[in-house]
């Protein structure tokens, strides 16, 4: 049984906070419910999103370990398969930070409830095919077969924390003041970013294979 070095937990933690705070369905989902809600509904969904995603880091890391006990070649598979969905990820980023300036829609007839905030976080960090296209990406890299239950656990609640922080911040953040416009306003040139960070971890992800063609 292995266990991860500080410096794997400090690198899987950036991602974390990386896939947090990418645009996508679940930050539009946190910034509608503050904004129609108020903050309660935006803590609330917030805290939903972080434990659901939480729960989706954990199965994601157990499944991953499981196939990888399974068959050496699976670990090669999800190296294809998570520099494809990077550089579709960049792509998708890329393009979205050339259509400029995105708006968010509202709704004039909206449940405004917590418990209504809530279920929305949690099922949306289910459901979201862009959490899917992450983990398998950039969580893969940090998991290997022989990792202990507590270690699994462990990437679960390093994931639930820093989801719901940020979250939380952000609902904390639009329901005071004018943040909200200026965020807007800058989403293009965080899609831009994104795109080209999304290259990069695509060339890391790989490099040993090019050190060794070399």
Do not use: C
């Not at 896939?19 to 946190?30: N, R, Y």
């Not at 070649?73 to 979205?96: A, D, N, P, Q, R």
């Not at 922080?165 to 970013?193: C, E, F, M, P």
């Amino acid at each position: 049984m292995i266990y991860l070095t500080p410096e794997s937990w400090l690198a899987l933690a950036s991602v974390f906070a990386l896939g947090a705070m990418s645009p996508g369905p679940s930050l539009a989902i946190v910034m509608r419910n503050t904004i129609s809600g108020g903050r309660s509904q935006g803590l609330a969904t917030g805290i939903g999103h972080g434990l659901g995603f939480g729960i989706y880091a954990f199965l994601a890391a157990l499944g991953i370990a499981t196939a990888l006990s399974l068959h050496e070649s699976v670990e090669l598979f999800l190296k294809i398969g998570g520099t494809i969905l990077l550089l579709w990820l960049s792509y998708s980023f890329l393009k979205s930070a050339s259509s400029g300036t995105k708006e968010t829609n509202e709704s004039d007839e909206y449940d405004n409830s917590e418990l209504t905030g809530f279920l929305q976080g949690f099922l949306i960090a289910l459901f979201n095919p862009k959490i899917l296209a992450w983990m398998l990406a950039l969580y893969a890299p940090f998991i290997e077969a022989d990792l202990g239950i507590e270690t699994l656990i462990g990437m679960g609640i390093l994931g639930m924390s820093i989801d719901t922080t940020w979250y939380i911040s952000v609902a904390t953040i639009l329901s005071s003041g004018k943040t909200i416009d200026k965020i807007k306003s800058n989403s293009h040139i965080i899609d831009g970013a994104m795109g080209i960070l999304m290259l990069i971890f695509a060339l890391i992800l790989n490099i040993d294979s090019f050190n060794f063609q070399l």
